[in-house]
């Protein structure tokens, strides 16, 4: 069976836009590992249900399902530990642990920045549940949650701040070269670039230019999928 990656996607099916799969993409990609992607939408949960999941990414490579991007990023580093490493040894996997879950808060604060232009580009299927279920979690409606937003954004770049420390030291999340770490920094960014036209970073942020130099890694791999509402 060939290596298959299940895939969050909207409407279009080449618009991939979970930060989570995209974490995976890029290690596979780091690995040097082909994958085929399977689109996935957010209402087809029975899809899933055979690799015992309800949400992607779920990684299947032969005969062994995993579920949960910092698992599968566990399951490549150790399966394929002739390839280049994800973490550099066991010290950088504890640190990328910890930044695992530093960008899971990250996708708290990037949501309502994003959630309503995310529902205007979802498969007409999805975009009840998906509504339904950011409303709850949210307290508000989509519209509501992005209100302001032009003004509240310089909020988001002050908390981003840590990051921006970083890259103005070294040009990777990871140090000299690119790892994991940046891989999970950069699921959110590439989420909310995806999804939305609006800008969260400013051009003149150290943040901005690591983001362009992953966009152009891997061959362009991320910087080659559509965006809603841009040319």
Not at 58 to 75: F, M, P, R
Request: neutral net charge.
């Amino acid at each position: 069976m060939a290596r298959q990656l299940f895939e969050l996607a909207g409407a279009d099916p080449a618009r991939l836009f979970s930060p989570y799969c995209w974490r995976i993409r890029m290690a596979l990609a780091h690995k040097g590992l082909p994958f085929e992607s399977v689109v996935w939408h957010l209402t087809q949960k029975d899809v899933l249900r055979p690799h015992r999941s309800e949400k992607v990414p779920v990684l299947v490579d032969g005969e062994t399902s995993v579920s949960d991007s910092w698992a599968i990023a566990n399951y490549l580093e150790d399966t394929y530990s002739d390839r280049p490493s994800l973490f550099g040894g066991a010290g950088g996997r504890a640190m990328a642990r910890m930044l695992n879950s530093w960008s899971d808060v990250m996708v708290g604060q990037i949501a309502p920045f994003i959630l309503a232009d995310i529902h205007a580009q979802l498969a007409p299927e999805d975009q009840d549940y998906f509504r339904y279920s950011r409303e709850k979690a949210t307290g508000t409606t989509l519209e509501q949650a992005r209100t302001g937003r032009e003004e509240r954004v310089a909020n988001l770049r002050r908390w981003l701040h840590p990051l921006r420390m970083t890259l103005r030291s070294q040009p990777f999340v990871g140090g000299a070269a690119p790892n994991y770490a940046d891989y999970i920094m950069f699921g959110p960014f590439q989420w909310a670039r995806v999804t939305s036209p609006f800008e969260l970073l400013a051009a003149d942020d150290p943040i901005h230019a690591w983001r362009e130099t992953m966009l152009d890694a891997f061959d362009g791999m991320a910087r080659g999928t559509p965006l809603a509402g841009r040319s």
